[in-house]
Structures are given as structure tokens and as C-alpha cells.
């Protein structure tokens, strides 16, 4: 059985390390503020949003809520959102994802300055990552870096494959391995041989968005494995993209769904928020 990789309680250190550095900045009568930005009442965006408000006040980071409706104009969003660049108070600013159909999410993404870009989805905060210049990481792929630091797999000269290619995690999580040192592939939907490939990695991250997808065939002895999937099996249980029960055989270190890379993407978000002040 593998080494279990567990996110919960390395975000919950985190978030520990967090609150004391917010209190020392507080001491020092240094306050962050995080806005929040929501627009129509999506039922798994009122869950990520809470989330986020919790931990806010966990660490205590100030956040304020801006809740629009869902047939808010995209002036109207945009507007708000330089409102907020400008405002003096504010650190940070996240506009939760995904947006009605009717709202270029590119747009508003481009719209939030780069200082204040908390997500670290702005093209500014990408380039930055890619050349190696300090800026805001996105969050769930810096969370499985710290994932594999704090669990004590080094990265260095090993050989990474990241099957998922999105803005969000693929190609970031790549930036971030190649910063590690690691050698890295991409694999996407058009990879000829997905296995052959996948079984090259000493680390495999997989961010595919189908239910328990990759099983042991795809994984070579002794891998670890990182499962950033996010689903419902037909018990209505939660599970990821990897079939969880036999990797683990044949894996050295996984990563469980949930209580692995979930925990991690709010515990990263506060980190940038942190991060507007040091
Ligand atoms: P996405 O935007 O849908 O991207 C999926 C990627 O997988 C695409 O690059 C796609 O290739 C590739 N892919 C799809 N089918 C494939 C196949 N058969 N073989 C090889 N590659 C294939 O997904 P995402 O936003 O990155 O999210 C992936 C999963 O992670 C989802 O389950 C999501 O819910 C979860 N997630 C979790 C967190 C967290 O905090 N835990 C955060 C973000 C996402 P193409 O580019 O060629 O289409």
C-alpha cells in the first residue's frame, strides 16, 4: 500500500504558518483584505465561496463579499472590478470562476490588476511563472508542490508526467515542475499511447476530469501519484481521476480524493493573499 499524501493536514500546517504571519503583520498594523467577487447564486459556487470567506477569517484575512446578480452586465462587472484595482484597502481581488455565458471570463480575468491577482490566472502572473520571476502562482498546482515538499519527495531530476493540458492546472503545474528541476511532459487528448507515456514518470499528476480514468496500467511501480479529479461515483461518493484502490497497490505515495489536492487550493489562495504584503 502507498505512502498516503495528506493534504488536509499539510494545508491545515500551512494555514497554521499563515495565521501567525497575518498576526506578526497586524502587530505591525498591516491588514489584508480580500474581495470577493460572486455573480449569480450557482449552488457549488456559494460552496467554494464560503469556503474561502472560512478560511479568510480563520487566518484572519479581512475578506468582503460582493455579490451580483446573475444578470449583472459585463460593464457592470468590469466596473467593480476597477472600483476595486483602485481601492487602497483591498489586496486582493478573486471574481469566482466559472461566469454566466453572457461574460467574456477572459476579459474580467485581464481586467483584475496584477498586483492584486490572487488567483493567478491574469497572462501578467502567467508570464512571470514561465520566465522565473516572482508573482502570483495558481493555486492548486503551487498546492501540490507543497504537497510533494512537505511530504519529503524531491522533484529534482525526476521524470513528471502531467496528463491535462488546462490554464488552471496542466500548464502551470508544468512551469512549476520546471522550475523544480524536473523533466517534464504534457499529455492532453490527442497523446498517441497515453500508458507508454504515463509509465515513464516517476511523478505523475493527473488533471483529466474523468472519473477514475487512470487505473494500474497506466502507472509504472513505485510512482507517485497525484490526483487533482474531482467527482461523484454511483454511490455519490467523492473520487478523483485515478482508480484509487489499485494504484495504491502498485504506487509508492498517492494522493486520496478528498483529503488531498482539494484541501490545498484554498490553503495556496491564502498564501497569495499573504503574499500582497511580504
Ligand atoms: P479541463 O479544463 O477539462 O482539462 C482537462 C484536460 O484533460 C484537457 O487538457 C484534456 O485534453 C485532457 N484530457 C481529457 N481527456 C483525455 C484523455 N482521454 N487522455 C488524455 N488527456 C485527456 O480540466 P481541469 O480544469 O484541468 O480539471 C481537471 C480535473 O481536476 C477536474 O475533475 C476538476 O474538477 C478537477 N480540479 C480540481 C481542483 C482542486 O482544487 N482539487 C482544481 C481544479 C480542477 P485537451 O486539452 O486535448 O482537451
Not at 39 to 54: E, F, H, L, R, T
Not at 217 to 226: N, R, S, T
Amino acid at each position: 500500500m502507498a505512502q498516503l499524501i495528506d493534504g488536509k493536514q499539510i494545508s491545515k500546517e500551512i494555514k497554521e504558518e499563515l495565521k501567525a504571519e497575518v498576526e506578526a503583520l497586524r502587530a505591525m498594523g498591516k491588514e489584508i483584505c480580500l474581495a470577493v467577487v460572486q455573480v449569480g447564486q450557482d449552488p457549488a459556487s456559494c460552496v467554494y465561496v464560503n469556503n474561502k470567506k472560512k478560511a479568510c477569517a480563520y487566518i484572519g484575512i479581512r475578506s468582503e463579499a460582493y455579490e451580483l446578480p446573475e444578470a449583472v452586465s459585463e460593464g457592470e462587472l468590469l466596473a467593480l472590478v476597477e472600483k476595486l484595482n483602485h481601492s487602497e484597502h483591498v489586496n486582493g481581488i478573486l471574481v469566482q470562476l466559472p461566469l454566466p455565458a453572457h461574460i467574456d471570463e477572459d476579459k474580467v480575468i485581464r481586467a483584475i490588476s496584477p498586483d492584486k491577482d490572487v488567483d493567478g490566472f491574469h497572462p501578467v502572473s502567467v508570464g512571470r511563472l514561465w520566465i522565473g520571476e516572482p508573482g502570483f502562482l495558481s493555486c492548486t498546482p503551487a498546492g501540490i508542490i507543497q504537497l510533494l515538499k512537505r511530504s519529503g519527495i524531491s522533484i529534482d531530476g525526476k521524470e513528471c508526467v502531467i496528463v491535462g493540458r488546462s490554464n488552471i492546472v496542466g500548464k502551470p503545474m508544468a512551469a512549476l515542475l520546471l522550475r523544480e528541476h524536473a523533466t517534464v511532459t504534457i499529455a492532453h487528448s490527442h497523446t498517441k499511447d497515453l500508458r507508454k507515456i504515463t509509465k515513464r514518470a516517476d511523478i505523475l499528476i493527473v488533471a483529466i476530469g474523468k472519473r477514475q480514468f487512470i487505473d494500474a496500467e497506466y502507472v509504472k511501480e513505485g510512482a507517485v501519484v497525484i490526483d487533482v479529479g474531482m467527482h461523484r461515483d454511483e454511490n455519490n461518493k467523492l473520487c478523483g481521476d485515478v482508480a484509487f484502490d489499485e494504484v495504491s497497490e502498485k504506487a509508492s505515495a498517492i494522493t486520496p480524493v478528498p483529503g488531498g489536492v482539494g484541501p490545498m487550493t484554498i490553503a495556496m489562495l491564502m498564501n497569495n493573499c499573504v503574499e500582497t504584503m511580504r
